[in-house]
């Protein structure tokens, strides 16, 4: 069985992020919602490696880092671990759940619509082919459109129409990629994030029955969800049939509250048969009550929005976690001659950093077997967790300080 992806949020600099994105912080993990640590709490003095070390033994696959530079702008880092890579957005601009609720007529909250994972929905991300035989040089290109879809993708379990029910979709992340001639040439990637709650309701019923259900009154407040009163009626017809109201309660009730109209399989339960039941079965006496034909309903979909609201720009894609090679980068382009030397020169530190680590192991085996019996129950793989802490660390250390240095055209 498939596990399904976990995701930590982090502020990286606690201290000095600021109250508005340590809220946003807060409201995405409410939405990555229910495998993300949602108790998370960071410290100022740590680092990007003290999250990474527990990526493993956590078995967290994602990591969203979200970090603000000396100049005020807010950056979010999408990295998969252990290994990357990693897509660098820059917030250019958010909505708190907070803000997104005031905005609302009937905003819509609850504990358990977080139970479940979100449906994701994805537009836009990978551009039309064009007939330019010389596409542009700052342009992104096919297979990094891919990468970016595919870590998206990602986030969140997969879902089977086949096998998963209906009823356990409550959520939806919406993910759209503004998609323009003059925003593809220039090399901008652009995407808009909205997270919306889905409501679910059967139509073909008159509301006035409706009110009736006792369903429909959990919904209500207590105030108004009392049964209307019919005893000064002499037939349920006058009921339905209002001339006064025209067959409706209020004013309101004649808008259009729907935004689309679904057919859904209505679950049944299905009897147990005892086994003088099952014995009459096979010998023909009497035959299953089950209906050949599934009872399908229509319902009424209608979305609201919880928030939070993001616009994210990317601004640079990396081969590793937070590390590495740069692969793409929204304002520095390089010729093939360049990419070759970088090439190169990411191959031969790699090499050397392997060589350093074969060394230092042969060293460590060494110094045992100088210690004598009491140094062979080290544990080897604590050794390979002590080599990858001395020789990565020179990665990690300042790879906040490398993210506010770089450049930026905001």
């Known amino acids: 069985m498939q596990k399904s992806p976990k995701s930590m949020v982090i502020r990286v600099g606690a201290g000095e992020i600021g109250p508005s994105v340590s809220q946003l912080v807060k409201d995405v993990r409410a939405m990555m919602e229910p495998d993300t640590a949602s108790r998370l709490k960071e410290r100022k003095s740590n680092k990007l490696k003290d ?35 990693t897509l660098h957005f820059r917030i250019e601009n958010y909505s708190l759940c907070k803000d997104v609720i005031k905005a609302l007529n009937h905003p819509k909250g609850s504990d358990k619509l977080h139970r479940t994972h979100p449906l994701l929905v994805m537009n ?18 096919k297979h990094l459109e891919s990468l970016t879809t595919t870590v998206f993708q990602s986030l969140f379990p997969p879902i089977s129409p086949q096998t998963t029910p209906f009823s356990s979709i409550r959520r ?29 309701k059967r139509i073909g019923i008159p509301k006035r029955i409706r009110r009736l259900d006792p369903k429909e009154q959990r919904h ?27 067959g409706y309660t209020s004013a309101s009730e004649t808008e259009l509250d729907t935004d689309a109209e679904v057919e859904v399989m ?26 050949s034909d599934p009872n399908v309903e229509k319902r009424a979909v209608k979305l609201v929005e919880l928030g939070p609201r993001m616009k994210l720009k ?8 937070c590390s590495g090679k740069v692969l793409w980068h929204h304002i520095l382009t390089k010729s093939e001659e360049e990419t070759r030397q970088l090439d190169e ?45 001395y020789w990565d660390s020179e990665d990690f250390d300042d790879v906040d300080e490398e993210m506010e240095d770089a450049p930026d055209d905001g």
């Open 172 to 200: 939806i992340i919406l993910l759209n990629r503004e998609l323009s001639p003059d925003q593809t040439e220039n090399g901008s990637y652009v995407i808009n994030l909205r997270h919306y709650a889905i409501t679910t």
């Open 124 to 141: 836009n991300f990978m551009s039309p082919k064009t007939d330019d035989e010389t596409p542009s040089l700052k342009a992104v290109p």
């Open 51 to 85: 999250y990474t070390v527990m990526t493993g033994p956590l078995g967290v696959t994602h990591l969203l880092l979200f970090s603000k530079s000396s100049i005020g702008n807010t950056s979010l880092r999408l990295a998969l671990a252990p290994r990357g890579p």
């Open 345 to 389: 020169a990411w191959e031969k530190k790699r090499r050397e950093k392997e060589q350093r680590r074969k060394k230092q192991k042969e060293s460590i085996e060494r110094k045992r077997k100088e210690r004598g019996k009491g140094a062979k129950d080290v544990d080897k793989e604590g050794e390979d967790e002590d080599l990858d802490e």
């Open 314 to 321: 990317l601004t640079k894609v990396e081969e590793g976690l």
């Open 266 to 291: 209505e679950t049944t339960a299905k009897k147990v048969l005892n086994k003088r039941q099952i014995q009459r079965m096979k010998e023909g006496d009497k035959k299953p009550s089950t209906s």
């Open 220 to 246: 209500r407040d207590r105030k108004t969800a009392v049964l209307p009163n019919l005893g000064k009626l002499d037939d349920v017809a006058d009921y339905l049939l209002d001339p006064s109201a025209a």
